[in-house]
């Protein structure tokens, strides 16, 4: 896989860690009668920062892949055009 399908590949990743902490938060409060701000926040630092944080990881990898793979390209379409 060329460089910027992986960088894509780790920012799907990140998205889909993110967004599985909102719905384990979700779920987690399925059986409260009443929803507010407080309360829905309360879930989520009870489902914990340790999904935020791998999310983070993967995005900035995911975008150092990608700016990787375009510097690639660059220094190909250079060395292409001197030859």
């Given at each position: 896989?060329?460089r910027?399908?992986?960088?894509?590949?780790?920012?799907?990743?990140?998205?889909?860690?993110?967004?599985?902490?909102?719905?384990?938060?979700?779920?987690?409060?399925?059986?409260?009668?009443?929803?507010?701000?407080?309360?829905?926040?309360?879930?989520?630092?009870?489902?914990?920062?340790?999904?935020?944080?791998?999310?983070?990881?993967?995005?900035?990898?995911?975008?150092g892949?990608?700016?990787?793979?375009?510097?690639?390209?660059?220094?190909?379409?250079?060395k292409?055009?001197?030859?």
């Amino acid at each position: 896989m060329k460089r910027r399908g992986v960088g894509v590949s780790f920012i799907a990743i990140s998205a889909f860690l993110i967004s599985t902490k909102y719905m384990s938060a979700a779920i987690f409060g399925s059986g409260v009668v009443s929803w507010n701000e407080q309360l829905f926040n309360g879930m989520l630092d009870y489902v914990g920062g340790l999904l935020s944080t791998f999310s983070l990881f993967s995005l900035i990898i995911g975008i150092g892949y990608i700016i990787w793979g375009e510097y690639d390209e660059f220094l190909e379409k250079k060395k292409k055009s001197k030859g």
